[in-house]
């Protein structure tokens, strides 16, 4: 599957970002969906994460409260809302699809392209 992220951009800390990933060349539906994060001189981390069928989500402590997964299935997408944004969420930010539904970069199948936001002070 090819994964096509995008959003990213300069922002203002307090303020919001939607980032958006596009899928295809895989049946969307058969896989869960990620987002991780590496900042400068950071190693990858998870953000956030919905099932296959979008019935459960996972954010890291971090985020939680700030960030919202959502998936759309007729357009293939998956989407990363992000409120309240800190200095400490930049980062590029990168989409993953997996098989089997897990929270590790391990285990991810398949990666885009990241995409950079930056948060301003």
């Known amino acids: 599957v090819q994964l096509q992220a995008s959003g990213g951009g300069l922002v203002q800390a307090g303020g919001s970002l939607r980032l958006s990933c596009a899928a295809s060349?895989?049946?969307?539906?058969?896989?869960?969906m990620s987002w991780f994060r590496q900042a400068p001189g950071k190693e990858r981390e998870f953000v956030s994460g919905?099932?296959?069928?979008?019935?459960?989500?996972d954010y890291a402590d971090s985020v939680k409260g700030r960030f919202s997964i959502s998936r759309d299935y007729a357009k293939n997408m998956v989407f990363l809302q992000m409120f309240s944004l800190k200095p400490e969420d930049t980062a590029v930010y990168y989409c993953?699809?997996?098989?089997?539904?897990?929270?590790?970069?391990?285990?991810?199948?398949?990666w885009g392209k990241g995409t950079l936001v930056t948060v301003s002070s």
């Open positions: 993953a699809a997996s098989i089997t539904y897990n929270l590790g970069s391990g285990g991810m199948d398949y």
């Open positions: 060349g895989r049946t969307f539906s058969d896989f869960a």
């Open positions: 919905i099932s296959r069928g979008g019935s459960r989500t």
